[in-house]
């Protein structure tokens, strides 16, 4: 079965660089029918989805507004993996960071729609000293 | 951009049945999906496709999506059941997944 394992500091310092990596095993990265997000969660701001990758034929990467200018999503085939890298961090930035793959709910003319999550990693929480 | 809303909390007997509702605008256009969250966990997907179910989700565990509201439900509630829950839906417009706010489910 598919399972995505997190690693990754818990604890930084305001202005630095957040880095967290996930493991996926049980399905390649190069999934061309799946996508790879992250996804945080904090008491101010529920869940909260920041970005995720996902290859056609070439890797894609999207982003949320809200962090658009801060982060970046890396995928990594050699290692079946993907890191998040999160700059300029504030305490704002306090939150479980989840990494979790997304599949579409069905198909139709080549394009895909209504995405779910349905694999989790384990959560990280994330404290930004300030 | 599109916002989904859950009742904060939901309160039930066991052995109850628990409705939990997810309302936005013509929701009844999106795919509505359903996770359940223990405290210290992951979330897990319960729902998607608005009613279709992950395999090992008990049978206890459906969904509808109507008009502007779509609705989780438990049926014979169990104490186990007692979580948060949210609802999701892909706004295709924007390419994004938009979550609810949440439910916490309480079993009496």
């Known amino acids: 079965q598919v399972q995505l394992q997190q690693s990754g500091p818990g604890l930084v310092k305001a202005s630095q660089t957040l880095s967290l990596t996930c493991a996926i095993s049980g399905d390649a990265i190069s999934n061309n029918g799946v996508a790879w997000n992250w996804i945080r969660q904090s008491p101010s701001r529920g869940l909260e989805w920041l970005g995720r990758a996902y290859y056609r034929s070439k890797w894609h990467i999207d982003y949320a507004a809200s962090v658009n200018r801060r982060l970046t999503i890396s995928p990594d085939t050699s290692k079946n993996q993907f890191s998040l890298q999160l700059n300029s961090v504030t305490p704002e930035d306090t939150a479980v960071y989840f990494c979790?793959?997304?599949?579409?709910?069905?198909?139709?003319?080549?394009?895909?729609?209504?995405?779910?999550?349905?694999?989790w990693g384990q959560g990280t929480l994330v404290t930004v000293s300030s | 951009s599109y916002v989904l809303t859950q009742p904060p909390s939901v309160s039930v007997a066991p052995g109850k049945t628990a409705r939990i509702t997810c309302e936005g605008d013509?929701?009844?256009?999106?795919?509505v999906h359903w996770y359940q969250q223990r405290p210290g966990q992951a979330p897990v997907l319960v729902i998607y496709?608005?009613?279709d179910r992950p395999s090992g989700i008990p049978e206890r565990f459906s969904g509808s999506n109507s008009g502007d509201t779509a609705t989780l439900t438990i049926n014979r509630v169990e104490a186990g059941d007692g979580a948060d829950y949210y609802c999701q839906v892909w706004d295709d417009s924007s390419d994004h997944p938009v979550f609810g706010g949440g439910t916490k489910l309480t079993v009496l």
């Open positions: 496709y608005d009613s």
């Open positions: 013509s929701i009844v256009a999106y795919s």
């Open positions: 979790a793959r997304d599949s579409p709910a069905y198909c139709s003319g080549g394009n895909c729609y209504g995405h779910y999550f349905d694999q």
